[in-house]
């Protein structure tokens, strides 16, 4: 595991001893980044289940302005602070905290990863939160990493379902949040997929 590019590029990540964290692989890192590479520049970013913090790393080696990492786990907190030590980057926070909780804060976000375990409600529960609280700003970007299959569905408006990659068992789907305003179109309160 390795930062892909910017300025901490080639820069190797501790990864976990066991199987309790699941990284997302590099291959899938290396999609999502193609996919949001001219949505990073000056963002503020948020890696919600961080597990190793390579998303926010990545994002932030990469031009975002800033990063909060958030991951409840003693384990990951470890592996978090060793690997943002390791890059020497800055504008990067981690916090220990219970992500739908975080959820609750005033804080508003350009980006936000959520990759939480797998074969759990923590997706769907944090997409609710993120909307019920609107921790998104204007044209911000959601990364959902999920199986292939359970992808999450729809959201109300102004949030609004972009696309959906798949990679083999990997899930990746892209939400947005849009400026509020809808069209007679979109009057059911329900986004269209683009």
């Known amino acids: 595991m390795r930062v892909i590019t910017g300025i901490a590029r080639g820069k190797k990540l501790k990864q976990p001893a066991n199987d ?13 980044f193609n996919i949001i590479q001219y949505d990073i520049e000056g963002r503020d970013v948020l890696d919600l289940f961080g597990g190793t913090g390579q998303l926010a790393i990545e994002a932030v080696s990469r031009g975002a302005k800033s990063a909060v990492i958030v991951d409840n786990s003693g384990e990951a907190g470890k592996i978090i602070r060793n690997n943002i030590a390791i890059t020497g980057l800055k504008g990067i926070r981690y916090v220990c905290a219970d992500a739908l909780n975080y959820l609750e804060g005033p804080e508003k976000y350009d980006l936000v990863f ?81």
């Not at 409600?121 to 998104?136: A, C, G, H, P, Y």
């Not at 009057?187 to 997929?193: H, P, Y």
Request: charged share 25%; aromatic share 8%; net charge negative.
């Open 20 to 32: 309790k964290i699941r990284p997302t692989t590099d291959m899938v890192k290396e999609s999502i």
């Open 114 to 194: 959520l990759d939480p375990p797998y074969y759990s409600t923590f997706l769907e529960s944090s997409l609710q939160k993120i909307v019920e609280f609107d921790k998104m700003n204007v044209g911000g970007i959601i990364i959902c990493e999920s199986l292939t299959g359970e992808e999450p569905g729809e959201l109300i408006l102004p949030y609004q379902k972009l696309k959906t990659y798949r990679y083999g068992q990997v899930g990746i789907t892209l939400f947005t949040r849009r400026d509020g305003r809808s069209t007679p179109s979109e009057a059911d309160g329900r986004a269209t997929c683009l």
